[in-house]
């Protein structure tokens, strides 16, 4: 046990209990929580008290930009090399609207999915939860709570004893 | 939205769920009708490759188009491929804002068969160039020759909307895809199966921070791909309404468009429904009842691109103009009359029997159905180009379009084109969500 702990993961088999074991948690007074689950369960967040996302923000940003530099680009192209089709505008702002449109959307998309995977720091192919025994359940049908070393009421024993008495079906001590 | 109908029977566990799914590609269960199907896809795609080197060495030439009808098949089955993409967008996307909870069974192989039906769609307006190879000129690059794109042509929007739509699809599809990929890794026991989804899954480990920005990102990607869809097949119209040629100079062409591209993609969703589920004993998860909401579906879409036939009649009659009612008139009784009454008629007719309930719950039905819609939609395009190009405003050059062997043999390749990525996404990756139909099963349960 000399080694560093990364955490104590506690296994759950619904996510009811899992929102109740994290909810107990809290009670406690453990504050350095994560819970790792098959597909996003409602509340948990709020009992996590996880910071609200600002992707949306980023998606703003990225229409804003796409829009910005779609219609700077259009509009510069057509002043670069100025076409006089049947006498009508260079800056012809309606026809300039699809492009305009789908790059807004092009770059509102990527930049949401980039942020998303740099916020959550991904690509990481190997991560210390992995290392537990039966954490691969966490993509079938099983729910994980882990409190992890960082909290200041950290101590392995009684987080195991604790997340025991919540119903936990098996506890892991996960080496950082 | 919840109103707690049962559409996955709720017996099964989540466990067996992502066993079975993941099982799909790690112990393939019908390797055998796998590689007969590959051989069939591959020897199409082959003969794509063979047309298009045809093509690329003696030109557009080898295909029937001629002046006035210079855009043939290859715009025509460029629309049909786009317009069959368009249903997996709208299954995914739409009906993820919407809450519908039976996308969930079909939304992975429906967005499969958008990406795969872009790229057919994409290559058309490039081999239609002429000189292919020069495509580039179409991005606007610093070319030595000071020469920039046009960007007042709707051709250029094309290229913009086509780029955008195939990438947009490809994330949402990608973003969607990498839980199921981390529960495939989990579940891999092969080194070669741990490493392929352990690099595709990046990692992924389902914690609750990561599912809350993941939600976000997706969600908001979906909201973005909606219009998205209606924009593409919009701006595809708008090449043909912008022009003066009467049959295409109408404003019901966007709507038109979309609802018929919403309607032949459905149709192609319903057909490979009932073949995945057939093929991979998928009953449990794509039951009777998606089959019905897919014949609702497809019923009310096909009527509603029937009221875009009844328009367009409408719209030269009442326009008054003698080169729109010659047109009308050509659609419906001139030399090429047996496409549009082909059109009616594989498009509308089978289709009313959605109206009865055990129709739409067979497979069999509603798959031969959705095979009629497929070539009714296809001879559709074929009307609205070729009737309205074939007799312009000239006399003089009025000319017939007689497809000839490489107009069919690309067309044909595009479908080994389709069909050998589909077929081994279906090999590599689950072809159903399995989060979110473990989400779904759970709401079930809850509300119970």
């Known amino acids: 046990m000399a080694e560093r702990a990364y955490g104590m993961l506690g296994e759950f088999e619904s996510p009811e209990a899992l929102l109740a074991a994290a909810r107990y948690a809290r009670a406690a007074g453990y504050r350095e929580l994560d819970a790792f689950t098959p597909f996003p ?10 910071p609200r996302p600002w992707i949306s923000l980023v998606g703003l940003i990225g229409t804003l930009a796409g829009a910005g530099t779609a219609l700077l680009m259009q509009m510069f192209v057509s002043y670069d090399y100025p076409l006089n089709v049947g006498g009508r505008p260079i800056y012809a702002l309606s026809a300039f609207a699809v492009v305009t449109f789908e790059l807004t959307i092009l770059c509102s998309a990527l930049a949401m999915l980039i942020v998303m995977l740099w916020q959550n720091g991904l690509p990481r192919l ?35 004893a604790f997340l025991t008495g919540l119903g936990a079906a098996s506890v892991e001590r996960v080496p950082s | 939205m919840s109103d707690h109908s049962e559409i996955l029977p709720r017996r099964q566990s989540m466990g067996g769920i992502a066993d079975q799914l993941t099982g ?45 009808v210079n855009w043939a098949f290859a715009i025509h089955n460029y629309v049909w491929w786009l317009g069959i993409g368009h249903a997996g967008t709208l299954i995914s996307a739409l009906l993820l804002l919407t809450g519908s909870e039976w996308r969930n069974s079909l939304n992975r192989f429906a967005e499969t068969m958008t990406l795969f039906a872009v790229v057919c769609a994409g290559i058309y307006p490039i081999l239609h160039l002429g000189r292919p190879w020069y495509v580039y000129w179409m991005f606007p690059y610093p070319a030595t020759m000071g020469v920039w794109p046009q960007f007042r042509s709707p051709l250029e929007w094309d290229i913009w909307a086509v780029m955008t739509y195939l990438t947009v699809s490809l994330a949402f599809w990608y973003i969607g895809l990498i839980p199921d990929l981390a529960a495939a890794r989990d579940r891999a026991t092969g080194r070669g199966w741990q490493i392929f989804f352990g690099i595709t899954s990046l990692g992924w480990r389902g914690s609750a921070v990561h599912w809350l920005r993941w939600s976000q990102a997706y969600r908001m990607t979906a909201a973005l791909a909606v219009p998205l869809v209606v924009s593409v097949h919009s701006e ?29 993609g459905f149709a192609m969703v319903a057909i490979i429904a009932v073949v995945l589920r057939c093929w991979f004993g998928l009953g449990n998860l794509v039951t009777d009842d998606h089959l019905d909401v897919l014949g609702k579906v497809l019923l009310a879409t096909g009527l509603m691109t029937g009221y875009g036939y009844v328009f367009e009649v409408f719209d030269a009659l009442y326009s008054g103009e003698a080169h729109e009612m010659r047109t009308l008139l050509d659609r419906v009784a001139g030399v090429y009359a047996w496409i549009y009454w082909g059109a009616v008629l594989f498009n509308f007719v089978p289709l009313q029997a959605l109206w009865w309930r055990g129709v739409r ?16 939609m296809w001879l559709e395009r074929d009307m609205i180009l070729v009737t309205s190009l074939y007799r312009d405003f000239l006399v ?28 081994i996404a279906v090999r590599l990756i689950p072809m159903i969500s399995i989060f979110e139909t473990k989400e779904l099963l759970h709401e079930e349960k809850e509300g119970a």
Request: with cysteine; charged share 15%.
């Open chain 2, 24 to 68: 799909i590609p790690l112990h393939f269960p019908a390797e055998r009708r796998w590689v007969i199907a590959m051989a069939f896809a591959s020897a199409l795609l082959l003969l794509l490759m063979v047309s298009v080197t045809e093509l690329f060495t003696r030109g557009v030439g080898i295909w029937g188009i001629n002046i006035p």
């Open chain 2, 236 to 264: 595809v119209s708008l090449l043909f309404a912008a022009g003066q040629i009467p049959g295409w100079h109408s404003t019901i062409f966007p709507p038109y468009f979309v609802l018929g591209a919403a309607f032949s």
């Open chain 1, 126 to 160: 190997n991560y210390p939860v992995f290392a537990a025994p039966r954490f691969h359940l966490a993509s079938k049908d099983r729910f994980f709570l882990c409190v992890k070393s960082e909290d200041p009421m950290f101590d392995d024993r009684e987080i195991a």
């Open chain 2, 396 to 423: 003089s050059s009025w000319s017939k379009f007689t497809p000839t062997f490489w107009d069919w043999s690309t067309y044909l390749g595009t479908i080994g084109l389709f069909l050998v990525p589909f077929l």
């Open chain 2, 361 to 376: 719950r067979s497979g069999w039905a509603l798959l031969l159905i959705s095979i009629s819609v497929a070539i009714g």
């Open chain 1, 41 to 50: 369960v409602e509340g948990l967040a709020q009992v996590l008290k996880i």
